[in-house]
C-alpha cells in the first residue's frame, strides 16, 4: 500500500460494477491499478455484491463494490483515469445502462458539489441505487449526501434481490 503526503490530499467514493466475462477481476484490477499510483491510495473497499440489473433488466446480474480513496488529483482527473482503465479493460459503450465489463462511478469527492456537463457530483443518482448505496454503507454509512447521510439514503432504498458475493473487504486483493 502506498501512502500520499497530507498535503493536498482529498477523499473520494467510487461505485464499481460490471457483468461481462470476469468482472470480479476486472474490478480488483481496477482498484490495484489505483492504489499502485503515485497520486491515488485506496483507503478502503467494501463487501463484494451480486446485483440484479437496474435500468435495462434483460441481462445478466452485475456484481458491485464501492471504495475510498484518497487522492492528490482533481476530480476530473481522477474521472481521466477512471475512465482510462474503462477503456483498458475493453469497457465499451454502446447502450446505456447496458452489459458491460467495468464501470468505475466517481460517487463524491470530499465535499465538492459541482454540476458540470462532464461531471455532477455527488453522483446524480447514487442515493436512488440500492446497488450503490449498500456497498458504500460498507465503508462510509455517515457520509453526508444532499443532506442525509448513505445509512438514511439506504434505510429508503430498493435492495431487492441484492446479496454478499464476498464478505472478505480483501476480496481485490485475492482476485
Known amino acids: 500500500m502506498n501512502t500520499l503526503p497530507a498535503v493536498d490530499v482529498r477523499s473520494a467514493t467510487l461505485g464499481l460494477g460490471g457483468n461481462l466475462g470476469d468482472p470480479v477481476k476486472s474490478m480488483a484490477a481496477a482498484l490495484r491499478l489505483l492504489d499502485a499510483r503515485d497520486d491515488c491510495r485506496v483507503v478502503a473497499v467494501s463487501r463484494l455484491y451480486r446485483t440484479p440489473p437496474w435500468g435495462k433488466t434483460d441481462q445478466s446480474f452485475f456484481f458491485n463494490a464501492c471504495a475510498a480513496l484518497d487522492t492528490r488529483l ?8 477512471c475512465l482510462d482503465i474503462e477503456r483498458d479493460m475493453k469497457r465499451e459503450r454502446i447502450e446505456r445502462w447496458g452489459p ?6 466517481l460517487l463524491t469527492f470530499g465535499n465538492l458539489e459541482q454540476e458540470a456537463p462532464r461531471l455532477e457530483l455527488p453522483h446524480p443518482r447514487m442515493t436512488e441505487r440500492g ?16 443532506g442525509r447521510t448513505v445509512a438514511d439514503w439506504l434505510s429508503n432504498a430498493d ?12 476480496w ?3 482476485s
Open 159 to 170: 435492495i431487492q434481490g441484492i446479496e454478499v458475493a464476498d464478505a472478505d473487504r480483501d
Open 100 to 105: 458491460r465489463t467495468l464501470d468505475i462511478d
Open 74 to 81: 482533481e476530480p476530473e482527473a481522477l474521472l481521466d483515469v
Open 131 to 146: 446497488f450503490v448505496l449498500m456497498p458504500l454503507a460498507d465503508i462510509a454509512p455517515g457520509l453526508v449526501i444532499k
Open 172 to 174: 481485490w486483493r485475492n
